[in-house]
């Protein structure tokens, strides 16, 4: 399938997506989420978002005291809290028995799910010289540089943004629903999910890879990097420029993936850390924590240096010699 629209250069891989159709105040939101408000009635409201990303004229939440002051003290100016709590000037609080519920509701309204009516929406804008293979879908309000290919059962979810000369191949996802959910004694509570996913120039995605939206912001794979098959990435997670990403890797959401960065088949990658630009992370490696980079070599489950591993591997075979000199 051909399509000949035009798009300029439109990638910015620190876009922040749930933003509000226009500016609200904060009486408009206390009344549609059931809210007390602390505040300036009037004071603005321009979006909602994650602790993580929060900016100017968000709105994030927080229900457990444990948070109340790195929400409180972070870059979002209204607080959806459980609590009447002291607060900064310039800032406001929307009171709620349950806050999460809160921001569900927000979400619903502002991103609320939209049935698709056709195989590639009709709202979804898709540059010249990209090609849609049969059977492919693409959603309600996707972008598509120029020059892509787009293969065959690939599912292209909502407010996806692609850029310039990008292959995806068969049966991959992007834009799935953030794995998040809250325990509670009746079951678990699903955080809807309201970001995006962004992938930027040159960037090829093998088949049945799978890459979740962000809660609230976005997924991003920066220009140049390469996966293989069977990859997963989680929610709000960054992979920088150039990095190559082997079969099976699965890399837990909120997590920064610098550039030049090398991971073979197999790697797990903990949510919430960082590896560092030009690590390299040998094939059926577990990262649990933030590692450097600058071209070291990591091994093992959980990770370290790979010559270090090696030398504790080759101890361990000596080891059944060892004990039978020692009886």
Not at 180 to 189: E, I, L, S
Not at 247 to 253: E, K, M, N, T
Request: proline share 3%; hydrophobic share 40%.
């Amino acid at each position: 399938m051909f399509v000949s629209y035009f798009l300029p250069k439109f990638i910015n891989v620190n876009l922040i997506t749930m933003k509000f159709d226009r500016v609200y105040t904060l009486q408009e939101i206390a009344e549609i989420i059931g809210a007390e408000m602390i505040g300036n009635a009037n004071h603005k409201v321009t979006g909602i978002n994650e602790i993580h990303m929060v900016e100017k004229g968000d709105i994030t939440f927080v229900d457990h005291p444990k948070y109340y002051n790195k929400a409180i003290n972070s870059n979002a100016t209204t607080i959806l809290i459980n609590k009447n709590v002291e607060y900064p000037e310039g800032k406001a609080l929307l009171i709620s028995d349950d806050p999460f519920e809160g921001y569900v509701k927000l979400v619903r309204k502002f991103r609320a799910f939209k049935p698709a009516m056709s195989n590639v929406s009709s709202t979804a804008k898709i540059g010249e010289g990209t090609v849609i293979q049969p059977t492919a879908f693409v959603g309600n309000e996707v972008k598509i540089g120029k020059n892509c290919i787009i293969h065959s059962n690939v599912s292209i979810y909502d407010h996806v943004v692609i850029g310039d000369d990008v292959i995806i191949h068969a049966n991959s996802v992007l834009g799935a629903d953030a794995y998040y959910f809250q325990r509670k004694p009746a079951g678990y509570r699903k955080l809807e999910s309201c970001g995006s996913v962004l992938i930027n120039d040159r960037v090829e995605i093998g088949a049945l890879c799978s890459i979740d939206k962000g809660v609230s912001g976005n997924t991003v794979i920066d220009e140049g990097t390469k996966m293989d098959n069977h990859c997963q990435v989680g929610h709000d997670t960054y992979i920088g420029k150039n990095c190559l990403i082997g079969s099976h890797a699965a890399i837990a959401g909120v997590t920064r993936i610098e550039d030049d960065v090398i991971i073979w088949g197999r790697v797990a990658i903990n949510k919430d850390l960082v590896v560092g630009k030009g690590a390299i992370i040998l094939a059926t490696s577990a990262i649990d924590k933030s590692i450097e980079g600058n071209g070291k070599v990591y091994f093992g489950a959980p990770a370290i240096d790979a010559r270090k591993k090696w030398r504790e591997m080759a101890a361990l075979r000596q080891l059944p010699d060892l004990l039978k000199k020692m009886k």
